[in-house]
């Protein structure tokens, strides 16, 4: 299966999942101490302030396609994957499968749409139950959800757990006798045996060694083929993605800045976010590389920079960036960016 | 005076083991390595290689069961493992530094950044308090703070992951060591903060002369960063030799596995190389070569221990029988 020929395919149908204007607001819900105290002297206290994790996101990831969530801590990127997985409710905007919005759909439509959605975590320690052997922590779901007879589940779950790269002599062992890569792929299994059509990758090979991480990477591709998967694939490793995904979003403090077909992203970085990224990005070479381009912090979340929220740290700011917030242009095809550079140089 | 004309740091057949219940865990048995003024050497292996034990043997903080059992580290000539703990404590901090993975872990959650760096600067010089402060001051400044006089008096938790582990790096460098040794220390950060540290690093080697070894997992970084690598497999260097030699022209079989495992764009939407099977547990190594299992070039020949042999120039070492042909790497 060639990269293109899926996206290709897929430009003329609805995407398998399509989400528009998702704001995530979370507020502090209990007022602290000091609010207490300050409420009972009468003393004015600012209003609660919500962190802003995400701020109008629109995003379309069509069959069979390999989409990657690029970014840094704090900017989205993994409240989007949890809204899409349906994890979290947006605090507005919509969100559709397979041109179905969600909220309207029966409740029935609304449960094979999210099993038909699943989410692969990062850390292989934390998000399989210690308790529970493999056997149980794969079968489980496809039992409860009706998907496979309890007397055909024994073979069922071998199944699962060959396609996934483990001996299926081990269903009996708990999730602490394997190796960090061993578990990993348990929690994909466990995604898999619900037989989904979506799956949401949340850096789900940061936390695996080089040799390893390379083993889980090829698995992933092997799945799609064989399963006709489509992935949102969330990282803030650029080396990863650039190999695994077909189009790339890049976020930054709730945004999205840019996105692209890989090779183009790559090739011809639009926004000066992606440039800083992709010029700092660490490539295996055999000579020295100059690091720091980009100065400055990641902004606090809490008090987002006005306008483009990148301006303070981009080479390029001019007085518009500090005021107005650039609209994501569509550049050609594919292709669309916010920065109001290339609206001006587009004038 | 031998002494000057040695490196700054020699470690010759380096032996730290562990004796614990389940058996003696040979962590790091056998390592050699040197690193000049000025120099960077990147030290590359997965989790369980023994880098960071290699790190801690050096500045000679193995505790209990762990010993080191052979070998020898010299610091400008000065040999360090027969070293009193009296001489030890007054070259830690001073002559040598260590920069760790969480600088939450180095730094006293509940002392002011202040308090820290005064103390560390009084434990090793006699200075009054306030000339104390002001060579805090300008080590802050120095790693990038913004306004330093202000931050000196904010805590651990005041300051984002990144500026920690630049105070971190500015107490590392207070006494203008001789040799930092820096494990993992940007692997927690974000990938533009990453690089600001490392370029600032970059600079303060190549001003202050200090020579520094950089232990890490990931070769991308190695390959930016370093002057020269050495990769570690369960406890021993198997490959080591100049960036462009090493990077261009892998021999060891697990070197080039390594570098085949990194997605780069090159090899867009294929498989990658994957090195079979995973990292052998210390308590069951196979004899001779421990990658022997792992190795697709392997024979009956390496269930003996090779050398670490000139492959093919004198600074280009592998720790292999079957070294991968020249010019292997894709």
Redesign the interface.
Known sequence: M??QAPAAAAAKTTPVISVRGIDMVFLKKQPGVVDKTAKRLGIARPEPVGVHALDGVDLDVFKGEVVGLVG??GCGKSTLGRVIAGILAPTAGTLRFHGREFDEMSPQERYRAKVAVQMIFQDPFASLNPRKRVAEIIGEAPLVHGLVPRNELSGYVDEIMLKCGIDPAYKQRFPHQF?G?QRQRIGIARALAVKPQFLVCDESVAAL???????V??LF?DLRRDFDLTYLFIS?D???V???ADRVVIMYLGRVVETAP??EL?ANPRHPYTQ??L?????????????????G??PSPLHPPAGCHFHP?CPFAFDRCAAERPRLITKSAGISAACHLLEESSR | MTEAKEPTLVVEGLKTHFFTEAGVVKSVDGVDLSVDRGEILGLVG??GSGKSVTGFSILGLIDQPGRIVGGSVRLNGEELTTASPKRLRSLRGDRIAMIFQDPMMTLNPVLKIETQMVETILAHRKVSHAEARATARDALGRVGIPSPEERLDSYPHQF?G??RQRVAIAIALLHGPDLIIADEPTTAL???????????V?ALCRETGTALIWIT?????I???ADRVAVMYAGRIVETGS??EV??NPRHPYTH?????????N???T?????PG??PSFLALPPGCAFAPRCPRATEQCTAMPELAPCPSASHLARCFHPMPEGAAS
């Open positions: 060639t990269a840094e801590s190796s890569g060694d080089v040799s390893i991480q390379a083993q990477i090829n591709m803030h650029l080396g990863v650039e190999h695994i890989t090779a790559f800083a990224l010029a700092n990005m660490p490539r295996i070479s055999t000579e020295k590389q100059t690091f720091g381009q980009i100065k912090e990641i740290r | 997965e989790s984002s990144g500026m974000d990938v533009t903060i990453q690089a600001q540290i490392l370029s600032e970059q997992h990931d070769l991308a970084i390959s930016g960063l960036i462009a990077v261009a596995g390594l570098i085949g495992s990194v997605p780069s764009r090899r867009r939407g498989r990658l190389t994957q090195i995973m990292t």
